[in-house]
């Protein structure tokens, strides 16, 4: 298994661009979450899904949009993009709600 | 409402130095899980330890340790023997049943271990 697979690793954007977070999973986990990482802080939620067709907001939403037409991919989309939205970005994805996460490797995002 | 501190923000320590990091938990929930989670210098988050709140046997693997204890609401990570490899930041996160899928996340300690 590949395990949570994110892409790209590295991106730098203008204000107001827009782009897509790619995350995919092979382990036929049911819920699968976008974190944000700013510089020196913890993880915060912005979004989740708990299956194929279902979303749901988290902590940290606006600016964000999600999707999750199959088990294995849970894409991040970002519309205009702001400075604000600089961060790292982790996907991560678990089987059962007693599990642990298993996160991706990240995607480093500086808006400028 | 759910919170985890780390009260430590940066640790340092001498190569085979015992060192202990701390968390302490807040949740009005009966169930609940904790977990500690690594991440190095490289950025990934490497989960290391799952403990539900029924369960307050303490566990240890090789040189790490945790000591759970739900009457001062801390879940504790001690690593003994410390190494170089070992310099990272830890994070100790809780999720429990009635607050859905949102795992809250201490934010952070950072532990450097000098040769």
């Known amino acids: 298994n590949a395990g949570v697979t994110q892409t790209p690793k590295f991106r730098i954007l203008k204000i107001g661009q827009s782009m897509t977070l790619q995350c995919t999973q092979d382990?036929?986990?049911?819920?699968m979450y976008w974190y944000r990482q700013d510089p020196g802080m913890g993880l915060k939620l912005i979004y989740y899904?708990?299956?194929?067709?279902?979303?749901d907001k988290g902590e940290v939403p606006n600016g964000y949009n999600v999707s999750r037409s199959t088990t294995e991919d849970f894409p991040l989309r970002l519309e205009l993009a702001a400075p604000s939205q600089t961060s790292v970005y982790f996907c991560?994805?678990?089987?059962?709600?007693?599990?642990?996460?298993?996160f991706g490797p990240g995607t480093r995002l500086t808006v400028l | 409402a759910q919170k985890v501190t780390q009260a430590q923000t940066e640790i340092s320590v001498v190569e085979k130095e015992d060192v202990t990091l701390d968390c302490v938990y807040e949740?009005?929930?009966?169930?609940?899980?904790l977990f500690w989670y690594k991440q190095p210098p490289s950025g990934e988050l490497v989960f290391l330890i799952r403990?539900?709140?029924?369960?307050?046997q303490n566990e240890i693997s090789g040189r790490y340790s945790w000591n759970f204890q739900k009457s001062t609401s801390s879940f504790n990570f001690t690593i003994t023997a410390s190494q170089v490899v070992d310099s990272a930041v830890y994070f100790c996160?809780?999720?429990?049943?009635?607050?859905?899928?949102?795992?809250?996340f201490g934010p952070g300690t950072r532990l450097s271990v000098l040769p």
């Open positions: 991560a994805s678990r089987k059962n709600l007693a599990d642990e996460q298993f």
């Open positions: 382990m036929n986990h049911n819920y």
């Open positions: 899904s708990v299956g194929a067709g279902i979303t």
């Open positions: 949740t009005r929930d009966t169930t609940y899980y």
């Open positions: 403990r539900n709140s029924f369960d307050e």
């Open positions: 996160a809780l999720r429990s049943d009635n607050y859905g899928q949102n795992f809250v």
